[in-house]
């Protein structure tokens, strides 16, 4: 059953026209976040591992993605591969999306959170608790903290 | 640990700040007091600013409240150091020579960590799922212009510069008085119609003896009565062995090693001042004098006691506790500013940071002039007034000095407090569930 589905989605999205140029994992801004990323983590690592039939509970990649969609917009063979990877998270068992701490909409994937509080909690010795909340959250208490 | 900033950064890389924009930031500096909640300064914005750039999705944003005063407006306060430059995977955001913030849309993919990173989400996506945010049209903002009730103000900054000469004057004349020229120092000192006693001098010296004095106990009692009524400004404005300290500091101003971390605690001064006691009592004598760097400076290097032998080393050796922290003898060891403390801490005094102008995480100046390092910026980084312990504050007044809006101040106890510090729910990490 996953095989087939893989199959619909490949061809759905043209994952079967992928030449492994590149220019994707070129693109991607998480390629900061992540050592190995070219091969795994990276939209064209997804791509090839959709196209060998990897499980999605063994794709990285998935809980790095921030729907910018540069990959989609560069990709020479004209796969949508942010449309794919939105569909490949739909099948697996929890969203790997971290929820606002107060509205519980749905915010930033798993690694740009641990990317994010690497790069701003550096030189505090308590955890900042104000990224756990999305936007509009974050803008009302900061609004009722200081009014 | 080191941030993976990407190779875009290195391709592109951001201006640095020059010295002058980081002492004059440009900013607009929000009012809530005068804010009705109208709403022009977004309708401005989002038909282009100044540039007149055509219609576009406005950059501020008005959080109306449902009583007159809690009205907020949203917007870039163009931070000293930008938590979103730090967050952008792509470099797409730099602080320019202006200290202006600005984004360059080349680069920018819209991903959104500006917008997670910012404390209060200033970076605004627009309908078409576009990251924009205040570039100050370019020194003159509309919304400024526009806004009737002057809520909104361009502001540079201004500081109060006469503070920090008044107090080096102070402390130069205090210390040539002290060490110089009155030999008693300042442990005991017989001025003219009355005596001025070290308070925990005086202490050890109940603590030796057995024996309360009352003429000493009163001449103690007058220190700590100025320290009820002004705080620990003995420690930033009198006392010589500060003075010393903070020639080092302005001197060599880099940390150099850092101390283990069971020294920096702050409890270690009653702990020493506990200790100076016990000892006083089982030796019979005021130990603690004896090694007290504020003592051995007035009774080793004045000019009739020339250099008495082991005790001018002490000096130098405690001063040098200064290149791990600013301060370090002050803030985790000496006994006479836990003495001093205890009655700032129920003194007259407050510090008080955080009035509404106060631009909080985008600044920050407060957190880095202090030398006794009691301004949390954890509580400033998140957008809430820092709470103030005024038992370890020396009353240096270096935080109002370097606040350039106004908003760290003297406030006495009876009059009314202008912040109220509030709390961000906590526990960001386990956020994780499902999304439904």
Redesign the interface.
């Known amino acids: 059953m996953r095989a087939s589905s893989y199959h619909d989605l490949a061809s759905e999205y043209g994952a079967y026209s992928c030449v492994e140029c590149g220019k994707c994992a070129a ?1 991607c ?5 992540a050592g190995s990323f070219s091969r795994i983590k990276s939209p064209r690592g997804i791509v090839q591992q959709v196209l060998r039939g990897v499980s999605v509970n063994d794709m990285p990649g998935l809980a790095s993605c ?1 729907q ?1 969609r ?1 990959c989609s917009q560069i990709c020479p063979a004209g796969i949508d591969i942010a449309g794919l990877i939105a569909e490949l998270r739909k099948l697996l068992p ?2 790997p ?6 509205c ?5 994937p ?1 690694d ?2 641990l ?6 909690d ?12 999305c ?2 959250c ?10 | 640990m080191a941030n993976k900033f990407g190779k875009l950064r290195d391709i592109f890389p951001p201006e640095k700040a020059s010295l002058r924009s980081a002492r004059s930031k440009p900013g607009v500096v929000f009012d809530p007091s005068k804010c009705t909640g109208c709403g022009l300064c977004e309708s401005v914005c989002a038909s282009g600013g100044s540039n007149s750039e055509g219609m576009r999705a406005p950059r501020v944003h008005i959080m109306r409240g449902d009583v007159p005063g809690t009205s907020f407006a949203i917007l870039c306060q163009h931070c000293l150091d930008p938590q979103c430059l730090k967050a952008c995977p792509n470099g797409a955001i730099s602080k320019d020579r202006d200290g202006v913030v600005r984004m360059n849309k080349k680069l920018c993919v819209n991903c959104g960590m500006c917008i997670a990173a910012c404390p209060e989400a200033a970076p605004f996506r627009d309908s078409q799922g576009q990251v924009n945010k205040c570039d100050l049209c370019g020194g003159s903002p509309a919304c400024v212009a526009a806004c009737p009730n002057g809520a909104l103000t361009y502001a540079q900054g201004s500081r109060k510069l006469w503070i920090a000469p008044l107090r080096w004057l102070c402390q130069l004349i205090n210390f040539l008085l002290l060490v110089i020229f009155l030999v008693g120092s300042v442990c005991s000192l017989n001025a003219i119609t009355f005596d001025l006693a070290c308070p925990f001098g005086v202490l050890q010296n109940v603590f030796s003896t057995k024996a309360i004095v009352l003429a000493t106990v009163v001449s103690a009692l007058l220190l700590m009565l100025f320290s009820f009524i002004f705080g620990r400004a003995f420690c930033g404005w009198i006392c010589p062995f500060g003075f010393i300290l903070d020639l080092v500091d302005k001197i060599i101003p880099h940390q150099l090693f850092r101390m283990p971390r069971f020294l920096r605690n702050r409890v270690n001064k009653y702990g020493v001042a506990i200790g100076g006691l016990a000892a006083a009592g089982a030796a019979g004598t005021q130990a603690f004098c004896t090694v007290c760097p504020i003592g051995t400076v007035c009774r080793s290097y004045g000019m009739n006691t020339v250099m008495a032998g082991a005790e001018t080393a002490i000096v130098p050796a405690l001063a040098a506790l200064n290149l791990g922290e600013k301060r370090s003898w002050c803030r985790y060891f000496c006994p006479v500013g836990a003495t001093l403390g205890l009655a700032a801490k129920i003194g007259l005094v407050r510090i008080e940071i955080g009035a509404p102008r106060c631009k909080k995480f985008s600044c920050m100046r407060c957190a880095d002039a202090c030398p006794m390092g009691i301004i949390p910026k954890e509580q400033l980084v998140q957008g809430l007034s820092p709470s103030i312990n005024m038992a370890e504050c020396i009353s240096c007044l270096r935080c109002v000095s370097a606040c350039p809006h106004h908003a760290a101040s003297i406030r006495f106890i009876w009059q009314k407090k202008k912040t109220k510090p509030g709390k961000i729910p906590s526990d960001c990490q386990s956020s994780k569930g499902d999304a439904s």
């Open positions: 693109m801004p998480m390629a900061e976040t921030l910018c540069q929890e969203p999306v971290c929820v606002c701490s107060v519980g909409s749905p915010m930033l798993e740009a959170r990317y994010l509080s690497r790069a701003v550096s030189g505090f010795e308590e955890k900042l608790s104000y990224p756990a909340l936007p509009s974050k803008r009302r208490t900061y609004a009722k903290n200081n009014s």
